[in-house]
């Protein structure tokens, strides 16, 4: 009785829905029947094609959580994160190239330099005093 009250109620609210959202709701229903369909033995199987088609459709369109029936939407949701975590990883690893230097490396070579002003490429007098240093 539930059951049809609340199908009796959906298909009230369904034309104040937008078109876009119908149609989001519609391709997440064909997509589980596909994989229904597809299915051999016993449990449903998801490719990551599965997986990325409903992270996207999620993405632009939240409310398909509602119809969503082979799939628990907490699933969903941690898909979702999951690869939002794998993207920022990736963007935020170390690049290749030349490592960096030790602050202390830095602190000594400086105290050097500056010990030592002799050491190094002679400097033309007058370029200096027009530098101010």
Known sequence: MIGLFCFVLAVLASPF????????????LRHQLIILKRRLHGRVRLTNHDRWFFIQLYRWFPSILQVLT???????????????RRYWHW?????GGRPPVETELCALIRRMSVENPLWGAPRNPQRTAQAGV
């Open 70 to 84: 082979i799939i628990r939407p907490e699933t969903l949701v941690r898909w979702h994160r999951a690869g939002f």
């Open 91 to 95: 963007k935020s690893r170390r690049r």
């Open 17 to 28: 829905k937008s078109r876009l959202r119908l149609e989001a709701e519609n391709a997440a």
